[in-house]
DNA sequence: TTTCAAAACGAACGTTCGTGCTATATTGGG
DNA sequence: CCCAATATAGCACGAACGTTCGTTTTGAAA
């Protein structure tokens, strides 16, 4: 048996001659966090356990803990392993917008579809993850806590950027802004996690879109998409979420 | 050792001669379930040990168990105990408030109090419970979905029930206005359960008066409170959350 | 005071948890 | 082609989990 299918993915040119320099074991890390983000974003990461995890794997138990050295690490680790996937996912294509408005915008459309497109098999990681952590004080709780907080800095900054470019009031306060944009976002998630409810994600976008156009300039309006009340959203990018 | 200080709770007039007359094994039973309330608001409902709650009330694991006859069915009866404690603190004071806008706005008001307050050691249950078990199917998921359910039904029918009186504009969507309510008071949780952010209940609350307000007819905005922008709130009642 | 069901207990079950230790495969560089 | 390094497996551990069982304690009715 041993780690049949993890390593051995099909060496298809370019991509996979550079994994072939990576250290053998540092694909079966990989591996193992790619499982262990999706598994902790369902069950949680205290309910992320080692023998699930090797089981789930087709490995030993000792294999796997080996990397890790402690749940604790492998649980950072996990977290660390969230994170890059977040960025890649939603920072990443909505800085591909330009400053202002227009990425404000995008930042909320983006991590919109990375719950709807379940990026996550359970959700936003990171909702789940604070949920679970925020009682429990300790290293892991710190890290989601850092990490979260520079999601909601990067929004209130491209906030502030919009206020920059003259696209939102300046006095709108940047800070009040991200934390509803924010609490819509988690909205959104609880409602298609428990229920399973799409249509959250009209409501949430609706709401998101009345905040900005509320504040926005005239030359700032611009940088929203139109007005068209239907639930039907042509607009944002057509880009697959890529995998 | 035994039961020590559960049952012999100060037999005091009144409130004790209707105990007295509850099954000695009903009090015992309440006594768990105040207890696993809170360690689930706070460890969460899986966290939730039978050995640890039983040592943290000074009986035996297999005392406490019979009971309830599975860890499930303890779930369950800690939901519901949770239920009927967010039901006197929340539902009930706000429906103390005349039908309609005042009584919508005091249903957002005092949840919010209600997690400042820390009614719940780790904040609202319900945000906790459904973060956890949103992806584990089973009849506690199911029973968590419906309460919350009921909590936003309660929200959105108050909220109609403004629009019936002339106070809000007919054209608000209450399942929208609902959504963003309860979305708002989730990310004040998230807030204040995170970092222990008291701006949060401000902003939150700043948010939703917005929103209210929004909406409000000319003869509605009577029903909230003054706009004073300050942080200050002297509305609202002063009763403290009675334990 | 005696009686008896309800309630609480203590010990043990089989699992699974995280974590060590030791041995065996596997692998890339000389 | 071999060797040192690394990666993985195997096994065992103590603790804690939910659960079962037979016994003892308790308190109210008779």
């Not at 800085?95 to 990375?114: N, P, S």
């Not at 709780?141 to 929004?155: N, Q, Y």
């Not at 991200?178 to 976008?205: C, P």
Request: with cysteine; aromatic share 8%; net charge positive.
């Amino acid at each position: 048996m041993t780690t049949a299918g993890i390593n051995r993915t099909g060496a298809r040119a370019g991509r996979a001659a550079a994994e072939a320099r990576k250290a053998r074991g540092e694909r079966t890390r990989q591996a193992i966090l790619e499982m262990a983000v999706n598994v902790a974003s369902a069950e949680g990461l205290e309910g992320l356990t080692i023998g699930r995890l090797a089981s789930e794997l087709s490995m030993s138990k000792s294999g796997l803990f080996a990397h890790f050295g402690s749940k604790e690490e492998l649980q950072l680790a996990t977290v660390e392993a969230a994170r890059e996937i977040f960025i890649r996912q939603v920072v990443r294509p909505a800085f591909e917008a330009e400053q202002g408005l227009a990425r404000t915008w995008k930042l909320c459309d983006v991590w919109l579809r990375y719950v709807k497109e379940e990026v996550f098999r359970g959700g936003c990681f990171f909702a789940a993850a604070a949920a679970e952590f925020d009682g429990r004080p300790g290293p892991v709780r710190d890290r989601v806590a850092e990490v979260m907080k520079e999601w909601l800095a990067t929004l209130r900054r491209s906030i502030a950027e919009a206020q920059g470019a003259g696209q939102l009031d300046g006095d709108a306060d940047p800070t009040q802004l991200a934390f509803e944009l924010n609490a819509l976002e988690m909205g959104a998630n609880w409602a298609f996690q428990l229920y399973g409810d799409r249509q959250a994600f009209g409501r949430a976008r609706t709401a998101m879109l009345e905040r900005l156009r509320r504040h926005s300039t005239r030359s700032g309006s611009a940088f929203l998409p139109q007005a068209g009340r239907g639930r039907r959203r042509a607009q944002s990018v057509r880009g697959e979420v890529q995998r």
